[in-house]
């Protein structure tokens, strides 16, 4: 059975309320906490579950469950918020480039089991990682192979996914890596150079004590930490650390010789490397039965999801937020009304795949589910300024959802398709295009039909004319695979291309609504009937030059809804995104730290 996050009973919630106090027995006798403490780490059993605890933070109904996961990674060149146009509430202006320190979705107060923020939830993980950190190593023997050293490692691991996405999200942060005690109640911000060693170091620890995905009960499933996903990560984490992003002083690499672009991007490599070399990962054979299965729920470690997040059926809002939308409870879900669409691809990216490439349905839905009668939902079509993600599909799931307020679906925090793409990236950066091809190649060998390998995965790698076209290439091969993963923002940034492909973006989407240029093609009509089992669309006029009536028993759909002020909505007019890379801190977190932190970048 799928593992869920879970309190761990009274033994969790009495460690983490007696190892916060301290002794009045003197230095002879030690305090109740530190008895508790040894009891805990110097059992296995005691110790697996408070790790298990580290992870309850995800599931926050603030935290990353209900607004860090539903908000964070739009817009960009490939994603936005469908709504992000609008103004009856400030939802949008965490996509826009224009969150404040009040925003009403992110500065509310911690009440118990709430999380507060996405801010305060990862700090409790944090501190509960802390927490396990110290005791396994004072009171375990965590060596390579044993349980404790297991649990070490993936309490280095869940810790640093905290910090990684705090610093993905905020910038310079406080580096807490020791439990809170009366003298570090209030830290300042860290350079989060500071931090990013920190957790590369804990990676590479973590590598050596955790097994490779089905070497070990717990490594037999993705919702447990394992070698790969620790290798992809820190792989991934070199690459951020080394890449551009906002500063106080402005958008550039890290000044920390130990951050540089030559060091950094050869432990990407290696790491990289060391996960495709090991055997214990690999491509599904097709990228529409990967995302069946995710949405099926199927968890079998060993194949391309690398590590998830694992969300409780009664927690978690992937489909929920991001889901193909449905209008209301029908023959796919009893999750409520109006679920999915919260979010989707940009107008123009189903144009500017390949019309062969099998990752463009899978990822670019022009429909949603329409009001059910007699609880039957049809396919309808949407509109031109607001597709849906094909990734998340109540429609493939095994189990229907009946929660009202969640759907229990993990979070895919990092699949095998990201390593490959890192090594590919790396490489070219250090080796040249001739050591990063295989790598492209293997991605889009799995996106083409074996009858078009020659043409456009052979041809296609082997004629980009250098290291610049290889990159170029890197950079819209990711896009093609991860659009609507919520991976794309952090990558432009580190590139140094936030703000260029956000404009390119732009100019593309007013060709599109001109039918001018690249877009003078795509017709402004569509034509549907229904299949035979009176749900589903038959669609002509999506592709491009399909401008014929296709007659009579169809019906024509105006697809050319695209104004200005959705179009300029992707970034906020008047403001440069690369002054906003980062939400800023949220004023509560502001008013009670003492003092010690502020904004930074204008807010």
């Known amino acids: 059975m799928k593992h869920k996050i879970i309190i761990a009973g009274l033994i969790l919630a009495s460690l983490f309320s007696a190892c916060q106090e301290f002794s009045e027995e003197g230095l002879d006798a030690p305090g109740k906490s530190t008895l508790e403490e040894a009891e805990v780490f110097s059992n296995e059993g005691l110790t697996k579950s408070a790790v298990d605890g580290i992870k309850i933070a995800f599931a926050d109904t603030n935290g990353h469950r209900g607004r860090f996961l539903p908000f964070y990674g739009f817009n960009t060149d490939v994603e936005w918020y469908n709504a992000s146009e609008s103004t009856s509430d400030d939802k949008p202006d965490l996509s826009i480039y224009d969150a404040k320190p009040n925003n009403g979705q992110m500065n509310v107060a911690l009440t118990e089991g709430g999380g507060g923020n996405p801010w305060t939830s990862m700090y409790t993980g944090i501190e509960r990682a802390n927490m396990c950190i110290r005791g396994i190593r004072k009171y375990a023997d965590p060596k390579p192979g044993t349980e404790f050293g297991y649990l070490l490692g993936e309490a280095l691991t869940l810790r640093a996914v905290y910090y990684a996405d705090l610093v993905k999200a905020?910038?310079?942060?406080?580096?807490?890596?020791?439990?809170?005690?009366?003298?570090?109640?209030?830290?300042?911000?860290?350079?989060?150079?500071?931090?990013?060693?920190?957790?590369?170091?804990?990676?590479?620890?973590?590598?050596?004590?955790?097994?490779?995905?089905?070497?070990?009960?717990?490594?037999?499933?993705?919702?447990?930490?394992?070698?790969?996903?620790?290798?992809?990560?820190?792989?991934?984490?070199?690459?951020?650390?080394?890449?551009?992003?906002?500063?106080?002083?402005?958008?550039?690499?890290?000044?920390?010789?130990?951050?540089?672009?030559?060091?950094?991007?050869?432990?990407?490599?290696?790491?990289?490397?060391?996960?495709?070399?090991?055997?214990?990962?690999?491509?599904?054979?097709?990228?529409?039965?990967?995302?069946?299965?995710?949405?099926?729920?199927?968890?079998?470690?060993?194949?391309?999801?690398?590590?998830?997040?694992?969300?409780?059926?009664?927690?978690?809002?992937?489909?929920?937020?991001?889901?193909?939308?449905?209008?209301?409870?029908?023959?796919?879900?009893?999750?409520?009304?109006?679920?999915?669409?919260?979010?989707?691809?940009?107008?123009?990216?189903?144009?500017?795949?390949?019309?062969?490439?099998?990752?463009?349905?899978?990822?670019?839905?022009?429909?949603?589910?329409?009001?059910?009668?007699?609880?039957?939902?049809?396919?309808?079509?949407?509109?031109?300024?607001?597709?849906?993600?094909?990734?998340?599909?109540?429609?493939?799931?095994?189990?229907?959802?009946?929660?009202?307020?969640?759907?229990?679906?993990?979070?895919?925090?990092?699949?095998?398709?990201?390593?490959?793409?890192?090594?590919?990236?790396?490489?070219?950066?250090?080796?040249?295009?001739?050591?990063?091809?295989?790598?492209?190649?293997?991605?889009?060998?799995?996106?083409?039909?074996?009858?078009?390998?020659?043409?456009?995965?052979?041809?296609?790698?082997?004629?980009?004319?250098?290291?610049?076209?290889?990159?170029?290439?890197?950079?819209?091969?990711?896009?093609?695979?991860?659009?609507?993963?919520?991976?794309?923002?952090?990558?432009?940034?580190?590139?140094?291309?936030?703000?260029?492909?956000?404009?390119?973006?732009?100019?593309?989407?007013?060709d599109l609504q001109k039918h001018i240029g690249e877009y003078a093609d795509v017709p402004t009509t569509l034509y549907y009937k229904y299949k035979a089992d009176n749900v589903s669309l038959e669609i002509y006029g999506l592709n491009r030059g399909e401008n014929v009536n296709p007659g009579a028993d169809y019906t024509s759909f105006a697809w050319n809804v695209l104004t200005d002020s959705k179009i300029n909505s992707i970034y906020k007019v008047g403001i440069d995104p690369n002054t906003r890379q980062f939400w800023p801190i949220w004023q509560m977190i502001l008013d009670g730290s003492n003092g010690k932190l502020f904004n930074d970048y204008g807010y």
Not at 252 to 267: A, H, I
Not at 310 to 320: E, I, Q, T
């Open 170 to 510: 905020h910038g310079d942060v406080p580096a807490r890596f020791e439990p809170v005690n009366s003298e570090t109640i209030y830290l300042a911000k860290s350079n989060r150079d500071v931090i990013y060693k920190q957790i590369i170091q804990d990676l590479g620890e973590a590598a050596t004590l955790v097994p490779w995905p089905n070497e070990s009960p717990a490594t037999s499933s993705v919702e447990r930490i394992n070698k790969a996903f620790v290798k992809g990560l820190r792989a991934r984490l070199a690459l951020v650390a080394s890449g551009f992003q906002q500063y106080p002083d402005g958008v550039r690499r890290s000044n920390d010789p130990e951050l540089s672009v030559d060091k950094m991007y050869k432990l990407a490599l290696d790491e990289s490397r060391s996960v495709i070399l090991s055997g214990k990962a690999n491509l599904e054979s097709s990228f529409e039965t990967f995302w069946r299965k995710y949405n099926q729920e199927n968890i079998a470690a060993g194949g391309e999801s690398l590590w998830e997040i694992p969300f409780a059926d009664g927690r978690g809002r992937m489909l929920y937020s991001f889901a193909v939308k449905h209008t209301d409870s029908d023959q796919f879900h009893k999750n409520g009304p109006n679920r999915g669409g919260t979010a989707g691809p940009l107008p123009f990216i189903f144009y500017d795949y390949d019309k062969s490439d099998s990752r463009r349905d899978v990822t670019c839905v022009p429909y949603i589910y329409g009001k059910p009668v007699n609880g039957i939902a049809k396919q309808e079509l949407g509109a031109l300024n607001k597709w849906c993600f094909g990734k998340y599909r109540y429609e493939w799931m095994k189990r229907l959802v009946t929660s009202t307020n969640d759907d229990g679906v993990n979070k895919i925090y990092m699949r095998y398709a990201e390593v490959l793409l890192i090594a590919a990236e790396a490489a070219n950066e250090l080796e040249g295009p001739a050591a990063a091809a295989p790598y492209l190649k293997e991605i889009r060998r799995r996106a083409f039909s074996a009858a078009d390998h020659a043409q456009k995965v052979d041809n296609y790698v082997n004629n980009l004319g250098g290291k610049t076209a290889m990159f170029n290439a890197i950079v819209d091969e990711n896009k093609y695979e991860f659009t609507g993963e919520m991976e794309r923002k952090q990558a432009l940034i580190r590139w140094n291309l936030l703000k260029v492909k956000l404009d390119e973006a732009k100019q593309k989407m007013f």
